[in-house]
């Protein structure tokens, strides 16, 4: 079945400093998901990519999906505080009988330092 | 208020005594799923709905049940629950399948 490896488990940075988490999936995907959980609480979404090499922009935060629709990161630039927390992805299904699963990453907890 | 509400919150129960979660949604979405959360594997999907009388197998659906008799209402069953099914539970909704997903508050459960 689908799998959606994410890379790294666990980041450490000073706050300054970037931090970018890696997904790749191992069949092609319908749409991207980004999702953030802040320590105890639930997943709250960030931002959906679709199209083929699409790149989206939130203030620091910049996320970009595969020309071959199979892997995405999320790049943070000069992390803050308010950045702690576990940032996940989760991939949809490109069709066929299962189009509503979703597989999520197993997530990139994320430390930042002051 | 639009919301995804979980009942019960936190649940510590023993081994074979059946159990039901909650989860309801007011914001008339049509898609519907539960995840289980562990460390080390991120969330794994449970089941999910792409609407009313119609639910799929997510990743692990091995030991649960689920219904989907009212647009609202996704209620997670666990027949015979087991140790292995301690964990964070999650219920979430979206406008249709494919979309942004709002998550519930989570629901802790052990099992002894």
């Known amino acids: 079945g689908q799998q959606v490896m994410q890379i790294p488990q666990y980041q450490h940075v000073q706050e300054g400093e970037d931090f970018t988490t890696y997904c790749n999936s191992s069949?092609?995907?319908?749409?991207i998901q980004w999702y953030k959980q802040r320590p105890g609480g639930h997943p709250v979404f960030l931002i959906q990519?679709?199209?083929?090499?699409e790149v989206k922009k939130q203030k620091r935060l910049t996320f970009q999906f595969g020309e071959a629709k199979k892997n995405s990161s999320l790049h943070i630039t000069a992390t803050q505080t308010t950045d702690v927390g576990t940032y996940f992805c989760?991939?949809?299904?490109?069709?066929?009988?299962?189009?509503?699963?979703?597989?999520f990453g197993q997530g990139t907890i994320l430390t930042v330092h002051p | 208020e639009a919301q995804v509400t979980q009942n019960p919150r936190y649940l510590i129960t023993v081994t074979g005594k059946k159990l039901t979660v909650t989860c309801s949604q007011n914001?008339?979405?049509?898609?519907m799923s539960w995840y289980r959360q562990d460390p080390g594997l991120g969330l794994r999907q449970i089941y999910y709905?792409?609407?009313?009388?119609?639910?799929d197998k997510g990743d692990v659906p091995e030991g649960y049940k689920v219904s989907r008799k009212e647009k609202r209402n996704f209620p997670l069953i666990l027949e015979s629950p087991s140790p292995n099914q301690t964990s964070l539970y999650f219920c979430?909704?979206?406008?249709?399948?494919?979309?942004?997903?709002?998550f519930g508050p989570g629901t802790r459960l052990t099992v002894l």
């Open positions: 979430a909704s979206s406008l249709i399948g494919g979309d942004e997903q709002f």
């Open positions: 069949t092609t995907l319908s749409n």
């Open positions: 990519l679709v199209k083929s090499g």
């Open positions: 989760a991939g949809l299904n490109a069709g066929g009988t299962s189009y509503g699963k979703l597989t």
């Open positions: 914001m008339n979405h049509e898609y």
């Open positions: 709905s792409m609407n009313v009388e119609v639910t």
